[in-house]
Nanobody
Framework: QVQLVESGGGLVQPGGSLRLSCAAS????????MGWYRQAPGKQRELVAE??????NYADSGKGRFTISRDNAKNTIHLQMNSLKPEDTAVYYC???????????????WGQGTQVTVSS
């Protein structure tokens, strides 16, 4: 069993900043990737940013504004979002891709989401 604790969402004015955090715990042997996705009303869920042990990947919409970082010791990721725009408004979901044991199958697990609203 895996738990993801997401935090940091809220209401912010255009141009403002927010920092999202996601902490994974439970039966985790190793983590491949952790990342943030978002879903706005009436739209499909889309990648925001993800991070592996070696690399980061950003959607074009967040390049230059968002920074993802990872604390491996705590199985935690952070997403620093600057220069926020109204179109960034969405529910942001954390996802972890992991193995429960050595040589085991990979699994994906999603958090419950945190609301980010950018509005004046």
């Amino acid at each position: 069993q895996v738990q993801l604790v997401e935090s940091g969402g809220g209401l912010v004015q255009p141009g403002g900043s927010l920092r999202l955090s996601c902490a994974a715990s439970g039966t985790i042997f190793s983590i491949y990737t952790m990342g943030w996705y978002r879903q706005a009303p009436g739209k499909q869920r889309e990648l925001v940013a993800e991070i592996t042990n070696y690399d980061t990947n950003y959607a074009d919409s967040g390049k230059g504004r968002f920074t993802i970082s990872r604390d491996n010791a705590k199985n935690t990721i952070h997403l620093q979002m600057n220069s926020l725009k109204p179109e960034d408004t969405a529910v942001y979901y954390c996802k972890v891709s992991y193995r429960r044991r050595a040589g085991g199958n990979p699994y994906d697990y999603w958090g419950q989401g945190t609301q980010v609203t950018v509005s004046s």
